[in-house]
Each structure stands twice: as C-alpha cells, then as structure tokens.
C-alpha cells in the first residue's frame, strides 16, 4: 500500500461538498424523520414500540443514507475527473502501478461511502434515542455493514463509469451527468412509497436498500411501498410480523447488485484504456 | 535521454504536434511563442495525451512504462492532482510516490516565496497560478528524477525568484528540458540546446549563446543558422546581420507582431510574392 489510499480517503472524508450534502443535509432530513414524520400514535407497549421504531429507524437510514452515499459518489465522480491527468502520470512515473491505483482507489472509495452511511445510521438511532429513549441498534449489524459494503461497490463503478463517460464524451464539464449516483439514489428513494415489484431488480441500488433495512429490523424485504397501504406500520402495531405486499427475493436482489456492478466495473475498465486525460485547465469554471 | 520521432498530437480535430523529431540529452531549451505546442509536447512526453509516433524515456518506449520511479519528473500542474487534499499534504503524497525530497522541495518552495503554512491551507487549485507554478517546479526538481520536463518555469515569478530558479536549474544533473517563450533565458543559460518551436514543429537545436544575439530576418537567407516557416511568413535567424534580435523581442509571441509588421509595410507598398 502506497499514502494514495490514506490520501485519497482523507480528501473524500474531509470534501466540503461531500460533507454538505452527505452529512448536514442528511442531518436534516433525519431529525425531521425522527421529530416529525415518525407515526407514532397513543402510547404502544414497549416491545411494540421498540419494533417500530427499529424498522422506522432502519428504513431511515437505508433511505436517508442512499442520498448519503450518493453524494460520496458524485464526490467521487468529481475527484476521479479532476485527477485523470495525475493518475496517467502516476502509473507510469511512480510506484503506483496500475494494480496499486485500482485497489487503493476502490478501497477508499468504498470505505468513504460506508463511512458516510454509517454516520448516518449513528444519527438515526442517536435521533430516536433523544426522542423516545430507546436504543435501536440494527438487529444483525454485520449484514447491515456487509449491504452497505456492497452499496460502496456498486457506486464506486458507476462513478466511475460516469467519469470516464464524461471524458470519453468529450465534455469534460457536464454536471448532470456527474450527478447521475444521486438520481440513482433519488430513484431508489422513491421505492419508499412506490413498490416496483419485480421491476425494482432493474435499479441499480433499490434492491440493496430493501435488504438493508430487512437485515437492521428484522422485516421481511419488500419490492418497495413500504410507506404506502399502512401494510408495515398497521403489523407492527397489532405486534404481528409484517407481510410485504410483494415479499423481495434477496438472491435475485443480490444477483440484480452483482450484475450491475460487474456491467459498471467492465464499462469503467474498457473506458479506461480509451480515454485521455484532463488537464487542469479544462477543469477551470 | 528522452527521444521523439515523427510526433503526432491531434487535439479537438487539429494537428498541433506536426510531425516532432528531437533527441533531449543533457540540458535543453524548448522556446517558442504561445500556442506553439510546446505544453502539447510535455504532455505527450508525460502519457497524458495520445499521440501518433515514437517516445522513448531512457531507451524504453513510453507506452511500456509503468511505475518507473525516478524516470521522469514534470510541472505540468494537472499531474499533482492526485487526490483532494491540501498542498502540503500533497507534497507528502509526492515524496512517498515519486520519491521526491521532501525536505528539499520545502526548501526550494521557500527560496521561491512560497510558505509552507500556505501549502498547510490550500489545496493545489487554490493557489495562484504563478504559486502553483513555483510549488509544481520545486516538487519535479525535488524527485531527482533522471528526466524532467519543465513548463514555463518562470511564467509570474518576480526576478530575484527567476535568478533563484536559474541557479537551481543550473546545478539540476537530471536531463532538463524547459520550455518558454521569454528569450532572456538565451542569456542566462547560455550553455544550454536550444529547440525553436512553431506551430507544432521543432527546430534546431543550436547552443543559447549562437542564438543570443542572432538576429531576425525575413525570408530565406543563405547563411541562416535557422529558417522557419510560420503562417504570417517565413523568416531566418543569421549571425552577425542587421535586424532585431531574439533577446531584444524579449518573448517569441512578438515574431508574428514583427512578421505581420513586415508583410503590413509589404502590402501597402503593393509588393506581391
């Protein structure tokens, strides 16, 4: 390992933009799901409560964290097209060899975007503690880290992807196309109230986030719709274990995750030996 | 040693490498006007544009070189932008990955003006272009790499700080080729090869001190050192003839000043050719 990997991740941990969109927006928007939309209504049992407010938890910050995550990667986007230039130069006239760049770009990558979306799962139950005193820690934390691992693989290749689409392209400032891992993100948003069914194994990241939150409260994984029909929220409050109107196939989302990020990783390879680099003064506004 | 033959580089549809072919060994002046292609060359050179022809770094082709440390060093700014951290954490990265003297780029950046608590605040695109230039020149001389390519080194330095660059370069063993359009160089490194470039051609090389005082002239003369072709006309560089010199241009951008002057005064008097 070379200092890039510490380097690298020190940059993205520390981005004033990433900081902005995947911390303080994110911060935002959860206090106002914890304070003002969590429906709880009357004075349930405890273990009720706890139930529900551990899949309220989970489905905020496998909801709230993907706009989290999504903003890492569009800082990853951003980093790896301003440092195009470098990176061609570096393989070439430094100890970072091809293989070494790789893997210590995709490391960091990775870690910055599970640390992003750890931090907000911190604040979600940090939130729901302040407010309701109860400590809702993800019911198998291992598989919730193991799923957001493979959220940072999956958009570590699209950024990558988008950037080298963009240089490919020939123009090299075209913003939307840079925020293509937010819409993705903002896409698989919409599964909280839209249930895709079998569709949602088209998107990029939807399925992952519905294992995210099976995996953090215990819920059987839906195609989405998780807010809509009162089918989750209607369970829990009977203290039965909710039915999804359309139950999610973890080995197909699983399958749907892997296929995606094998099409992205094989779009960023072959780009990769296509495109020319981008000198500092094409960056400029 | 750094050889190039027959050099192509098309960029946005034009041709602005034309066919370059040029041996750099030792120490080496690339002076041209702006726009002449001489960035275009360092970035070729460095694999950071594709190109038609040869390019060899120390008898190896640069298509087959990967994590040679120590083989080539360059100022070209969009090379130190590796990853999004401050300056001076930049110069750490630098130091692991190429080698480069921490402690002796630190010191260069201080004889340059440039502080380290600045590089402590600043990311690289944050500072100035004139300290960017000083803070991206000191790192590549730091390396000690065996080839280095320098752009415009001297571009918003104030004098005292070009002398201090002059004597760095000077006591700099590496292959050095620097490029330029300001001819007082001509002067101060005298001993130096000197490569013309116009409009994606290199001419030469001749030693700095045969070009010093060589004066402009135009058309083809017979006792020309150098003949070059340009778009506003052709023109010679002969010893010992009447004429501007380079050095009192003071920079290359001026020669199409003087040619267009000359084809102005030719025209108004009716002459065709």
Avoid at chain 1, 8 to 27: A, C, H, P, Q
Avoid at chain 1, 243 to 268: C, D, I
Avoid at chain 2, 52 to 78: C, F, H, Q
């Amino acid at each position: 390992m070379t200092l890039y990997l510490y380097y690298k991740l020190k940059g993205l941990l520390t981005d004033r933009s990433v900081l902005l969109w995947g911390i303080v927006f994110e911060l935002f928007w959860v206090l106002m799901w914890v304070y003002v939309f969590t429906p709880i209504e009357g004075s349930p049992p405890v273990d009720i409560l706890e139930r529900m407010l551990r899949a309220n938890a989970a489905l905020a910050f496998s909801y709230l964290g993907a706009l989290s995550m999504g903003s890492v990667a569009v800082g990853l986007a951003v980093s790896a097209f301003a440092s195009s230039g470098a990176v061609a130069f570096a393989i070439r006239f430094t100890k970072l060899t091809p293989a070494k760049y790789l893997l210590e770009d995709f490391l960091a990558g990775v870690a910055a975007v599970v640390a992003y979306a750890l931090v907000c799962v911190v604040t979600v139950v940090a939130a729901t503690y302040a407010r309701f005193g109860i400590l809702v820690l993800p019911q198998n934390p291992a598989l919730v880290i193991a799923y957001l691992a493979l959220s940072g693989f999956l958009l570590y290749w699209l950024s990558r992807a988008v950037t080298l689409a963009m240089i490919a392209l020939g123009k090299p400032r075209l913003p939307l196309l840079q925020m293509l891992p937010l819409f993705a993100a903002f896409l698989s948003y919409a599964t909280l109230w839209l249930d895709l069914e079998d569709e949602i194994y088209a998107l990029p990241l939807a399925p992952l986030l519905s294992l995210i939150v099976s995996a953090a409260s215990g819920v059987e994984p839906a195609t989405g719709g998780w807010l809509a029909g009162g089918w989750l929220w209607g369970s829990l409050a009977r203290g039965v274990a909710p039915e999804p109107p359309h139950a999610l196939s973890a080995s197909l989302a699983l399958a749907s995750t892997a296929a995606w990020t094998a099409a992205l990783a094989a779009v960023s390879l072959t780009l990769a030996r296509k495109v020319r680099s981008v000198a500092l003064e094409e960056l400029a506004p | 040693m750094i050889t190039v033959e027959d050099l192509r580089v098309k960029l946005g549809g034009s041709e602005v490498l034309k066919g370059v072919d040029a041996v750099f060994r030792g120490k080496h002046i690339v002076l041209g006007p702006n726009g002449s292609g001489k960035t275009t060359l360092f970035r070729a050179i460095a694999g950071l544009v594709p190109y038609k022809g040869r390019i060899e770094i120390d008898g190896s082709p640069l298509k087959e070189v990967k994590g040679a440390v120590g083989l080539l060093a360059t100022n070209l700014a969009e090379v130190y932008n590796l990853a999004p951290v401050k300056a001076l954490e930049l110069l750490h990265l630098f130091s692991d990955l190429a080698g480069a003297d921490f402690a002796r780029a630190l010191a260069l950046l201080e004889e340059l003006g440039v502080g380290e608590e600045l590089l402590r605040k600043r990311m690289l695109w944050e500072l100035s272009a004139g300290t960017r230039k000083a803070y991206t020149t000191a790192l590549a001389l730091a390396t000690g790499a065996r080839n280095v390519l320098l752009d415009e080194p001297f571009e918003q330095l104030d004098p005292a700080k070009k002398v201090k660059l002059v004597g760095e370069l000077k006591a700099c063993n590496s292959v050095v080729v620097m490029s330029t359009h300001e001819t007082w160089v001509l002067e101060a490194l005298p001993d130096w090869e000197v490569h013309l470039a116009f409009e994606g051609r290199l001419y030469g090389p001749l030693p700095a001190r045969k070009l010093e005082n060589a004066a402009i002239v135009e058309g083809r003369s017979d006792n020309a050192l150098l003949v070059i072709e340009t778009y506003a006309g052709r023109f010679s560089l002969v010893e010992g003839e009447g004429g501007r010199t380079l050095t009192e241009l003071l920079t290359l951008d001026r020669i199409y000043e003087l040619l267009t002057n000359i084809n102005i005064k030719r025209s108004l008097r009716g002459d065709r050719r």
